[in-house]
T-cell receptor, first 108, second 119 residues
Framework: AQRVTQPEKLLSVFKGAPVELKCNYSYSGSPELFWYVQYSRQRLQLLLRHISRESIKGFTADLNKGETSFHLKKPFAQEEDSAMYYCALSGGDYKLSFGAGTTVTVRA | GAGVSQTPSNKVTEKGKYVELRCDPISGHTALYWYRQSLGQGPEFLIYFQGTGAADDSGLPNDRFFAVRPEGSVSTLKIQRTERGDSAVYLC?????????????????FGPGTRLTVL
């Protein structure tokens, strides 16, 4: 069975402050991990994936297999980062398992 | 180009009624997915189509739920004898083709969802 846990429902930070969204997973094989984002009144969209190892909009995420984590980080939060963020896992069968999501609010 | 579209955007029905939810994927995308998102939760997988066939329907909660994709493009999710617990946002996603062996994954593009309310 595969499971994704996002322990924080809500996260509030000041503009310019670092932000970290936690994601832990359980999966017996080698998963692929993703972060999806949903801005207000927009549809769910892919933010980044661990395989590409790229930084998108200043966000990075490192897959730590020892700790089974895939935390999302940004050193300086911007107001436009306010959104709902979902961590997701694929076990190689194309369907995604999502966490419950974290709502991020960046305050001026 | 146009993204994934879903109709209707909102559907209110009464307990026991039958509903159909439609998804128009991005043109040329062979893979299509349905997810259900209950309040305060992340999306949960329901069913995956590759072309016209349902390659994985393991997420359908019971036999009241059924989905078709007869021509390999538009898909319809059908719910019989709706219950209040079926109330949720139903999301559709499509991707160009399923991932290749070895872990390559094709991005799923999501539609805006259909909000179903069962009274």
């Amino acid at each position: 069975a595969q499971r994704v846990t996002q322990p924080e429902k809500l996260l509030s930070v000041f503009k310019g402050a670092p932000v970290e969204l936690k994601c832990n997973y359980s999966y017996s094989g080698s998963p692929e991990l993703f972060w999806y984002v949903q801005y207000s009144r927009q549809r769910l969209q892919l933010l980044l994936r661990h395989i590409s190892r790229e930084s998108i909009k200043g966000f990075t995420a490192d897959l730590n297999k020892g700790e089974t984590s895939f935390h999302l980080k940004k050193p300086f939060a911007q107001e436009e980062d306010s959104a709902m963020y979902y961590c997701a896992l694929s076990g190689g069968d194309y369907k995604l398992s999502f966490g419950a999501g974290t709502t991020v609010t960046v305050r001026a | 180009g146009a993204g994934v579209s879903q109709t209707p955007s909102n559907k209110v029905t009464e307990k026991g009624k039958y509903v159909e939810l439609r998804c128009d994927p991005i043109s040329g995308h062979t893979a299509l997915y349905w997810y259900r998102q209950s309040l305060g939760q992340g999306p949960e997988f329901l069913i995956y189509f590759q072309g016209t066939g349902a390659a994985d329907d393991s997420g359908l909660p019971n036999d009241r739920f059924f989905a078709v994709r007869p021509e390999g493009s538009v898909s319809t999710l059908k719910i019989q004898r709706t219950e209040r617990g079926d109330s949720a946002v139903y999301l559709c996603a499509s991707s160009p083709q399923p991932g290749l062996a070895g872990g390559f994954y094709n991005e799923q593009f999501f539609g805006p969802g259909t909000r179903l309310t069962v009274l």
